[in-house]
């Protein structure tokens, strides 16, 4: 179990009291880590938890590794520079038009609110 994640919060250390289970990138782990750009999810990981991102309005990239089998619903909330989500080897995933879909594209995991002021478009199927 690891406890005591630390981030940077606007020029300040951010310490979480949440934990997280060995290769999970847990539930609230980042919470308004506001300074953070890019995440590169280290190769261990395999779950990644409902808002683990939450509110890290600067994060521009998120780049998901090969072996991550699972990612829970609203993994985002409140993004607003988030411009892609790369998966790299991974074929459990997809993610098109701001829309983060399982290995079939039948079911919408998570989506990109900040992009829904305009049209949207979603694979048929769903």
């Not at 991550?68 to 459990?92: H, M, Q, T």
């Not at 079911?107 to 694979?123: E, N, V, W």
């Amino acid at each position: 179990m690891v406890k005591n994640k630390y981030c940077i919060n606007d020029g300040d250390y951010y310490i979480s009291n949440y934990s997280t289970e060995n290769n999970e990138f847990g539930n609230i782990l980042l919470k308004e880590c506001t300074k953070i750009e890019k995440i590169i999810l280290p190769k261990t990981i395999v779950e990644i938890d409902f808002d683990s991102f939450w509110n890290c309005s600067n994060l521009t990239s998120l780049i998901i590794n090969s072996k991550v089998e699972s990612i829970k619903p609203f993994i985002w909330v409140r993004y607003a520079k988030l411009n892609g989500v790369k998966i790299i080897d991974n074929s459990n995933f997809h993610f098109d038009n701001s829309i983060l879909y399982n290995k079939k594209y039948i079911k919408i995991i998570s989506a990109l609110q900040i992009r829904f002021y305009g049209d949207l478009t979603i694979k048929e199927g769903i």
